[in-house]
């Protein structure tokens, strides 16, 4: 799972940029909110622009799963919650990446240390972003110089998120400001809407110390596998009915899936293969736990998660105690 962090102050456009994210990736996503008070809003305007986005339509990116994480800010207190609540969505959901949304007013080395402790192989750090309002600068610069200053410093990008062509004869002392708190920071003054496929796939290939990060898949090539435990249905009459959601297609095009599943009181032991299926009793004895790999092409991963976990639910919050 990699790990973008998307900071930015209050009120830089945050949101709008992973919503255009959304929109621009085909990636499998999952979304970490972190908004500071007891009401999340941005992780309902994201399942707004996720909810438009047609499931049926290939060359539209899948719908994100969005969680949020309320009440603390993950770059202080709540930094043992952020990590555990990373592991989990790793462990339990393993998207392909994890976009977080800090507070505005966090500090971003700190959530990239948080995210450190953490980090191993499943589990890396790309180059985080910051959204930088070109018409607040100056008076974020004097008000909030401390968290402001860091956001820009710990970030491997910057992105101008408000500025328009009348910022033109700003953009020189701007980008001069930016360099005397990060020397090797990209900067990007064009509008992110305006750029093409290779930029998008730039930033979520870069890995935390600049450099590009290769696709080595272990799987035959064009193929990915998708793995899960704790899986459960209601009754093995479900079971009967996703094996033929799978072989007509109804979650990607998988070519192989096998596992054992809890099927109401009974483990069944399932194969699924090219167009046939089959299920039988597991033995109780040798296997205690439910588990399934799935092995094919654009699988919905997210509808397979809400199908398989039943403690899995789209808008779950997760509210850490403090």
């Known amino acids: 799972m990699k790990v973008l962090i998307v900071s930015g102050f209050l009120g830089a456009g945050k949101t709008t940029f992973i919503k255009e994210l959304i929109r621009k990736s085909k990636k499998d996503l999952v979304i970490m909110e972190n908004e500071y008070g007891e ?8 399942r707004e622009e996720a909810s438009g986005l047609s499931a049926s339509s290939s060359p539209l990116p899948k719908k994100p799963d969005i969680r949020e994480l309320t009440e603390g800010c993950i770059c202080c207190s709540g930094k043992s919650d952020f990590a555990s609540s990373v592991l989990t969505i790793s462990n339990s959901l393993d998207p392909e990446y994890l ?7 966090g500090m971003l080395s700190n959530v990239i240390n948080n995210i450190l402790q953490i980090s191993y192989e499943h589990i890396s750090l790309l180059s985080p972003v910051a959204i930088v309002d070109a018409y607040s600068f100056d008076r974020y610069m004097r008000e909030y110089r401390e968290i402001f200053s860091d956001q820009i410093r710990s970030a491997g990008q910057v992105i ?3 500025a328009d062509p009348s910022y033109e004869a700003e953009k020189e002392r701007l980008y001069s400001e930016v360099r005397k708190l990060n020397a090797s920071c990209k900067i990007l003054f ?6 093409g496929e290779e930029w998008w796939e730039a930033l979520l290939s870069t890995a935390l110390s600049g450099e590009r990060i290769k696709s080595l898949p272990s799987s035959p090539p064009s193929l990915n596998s998708f793995s899960l435990g704790n899986i459960q249905l209601s009754s093995p009459v479900e079971a009967i009915m996703l094996m033929e959601d799978i072989i007509r297609g109804n979650y990607g095009n998988i070519c192989r899936s096998k596992g054992t599943i809890m099927a109401g009181d009974e483990l069944l032991r399932y194969d699924v293969a090219s167009e046939r299926y089959s299920i039988t009793a597991a033995d109780t004895g040798t296997e205690n736990t439910s588990k399934a790999v799935f092995i094919g092409k654009d699988i919905n991963k997210n509808e397979l998660r809400k199908l398989l976990l039943k403690d899995y639910k789209r808008q779950t919050k997760i509210r850490p105690g403090f």
């Open 39 to 46: 009401v999340g809003i941005d992780g309902d305007i994201l």
């Open 190 to 195: 064009e509008h992110y809407s305006s750029m």
């Open 99 to 105: 976009i977080v949304e800090p507070t505005g007013v």
């Open 160 to 162: 101008f998120s408000k």
